[in-house]
């Protein structure tokens, strides 16, 4: 037996459960935990997660599921950031940009973090948004792209459907995602504090996050 072993069974016996490893986490884990924080409408789901995304410095938008509507505020976005660049993943919903708006970079597998770097910005859509923690939860999927493309471009314009994307908990944004497939969590934008907790943004990802709650019903 390894001290790992020895460790992990010591803190299984102080949980109450079984020294030995499960058979299976599915069934030999006790899930009995809360699921979420007391109960909330959908439009009280929606509205906690714009308070927590504003809270963590995310500008927040909302617009109606309409082509001209939401294809307009992005252009709009764009447009205020003075981008005359935009990263866009390989199936980013066409309606979502506009052909007059800035130039579109395909996103590359050869594409050098040198090369994104010069990229002004990126839009994607998302897997999951939490409202609890104000988290925007990419997968990798075919409309948010590679990871590096929204780690690497200084502003970042994520869409989120709402409500089908949105969900109160972790938990219950666990139970969405597919494990395998390459996570990132986002709560607002790239931030570090010194000793002096001095604030300094765009340290590891984009400097500015715009989110955009697009209404579909």
């Not at 504090?193 to 984009?206: A, M």
Request: proline share 6%; aromatic share 2%; charged share 25%.
């Amino acid at each position: 037996m390894s001290g790992r072993d020895v460790v992990l069974g010591r803190v299984r016996r102080a949980l109450g459960g079984p020294s030995a490893p499960p058979t299976t986490y599915d069934t030999d884990i006790d899930r009995g935990y809360l699921r979420e924080h007391g109960e909330r409408t959908v439009a009280q789901t929606v509205e906690l997660l714009a308070e927590n995304l504003a809270d963590y410095r995310a500008v927040v938008h909302r617009c109606t599921h309409t082509d001209d509507e939401l294809g307009l505020l992005v252009m709009r976005l764009l447009a205020e950031r003075g981008a005359r660049t935009v990263l866009v993943p390989p199936a980013l919903p066409a309606h979502w940009l506009s052909s007059a708006g800035p130039t579109r970079v395909h996103d590359q597998a050869v594409s050098t973090a040198r090369q994104l770097d010069r990229v002004d910005s990126v839009v994607t859509g998302c897997a999951v948004a939490i409202a609890e923690t104000g988290t925007i939860v990419l997968d990798g999927s075919a409309d948010q792209g590679r990871r590096r493309i929204t780690l690497v471009p200084d502003h970042h314009i994520c869409v989120v459907r709402v409500p089908d994307q949105v969900v109160s908990s972790v938990p219950q944004a666990l139970s969405r995602l597919d494990p395998t497939r390459p996570l990132t969590w986002i709560s607002g934008p790239s931030a570090t504090s010194d000793i002096e907790l001095d604030r300094v943004e765009g340290v590891h990802g984009p400097r500015t996050l715009e989110v955009v709650l697009v209404s579909e019903g």
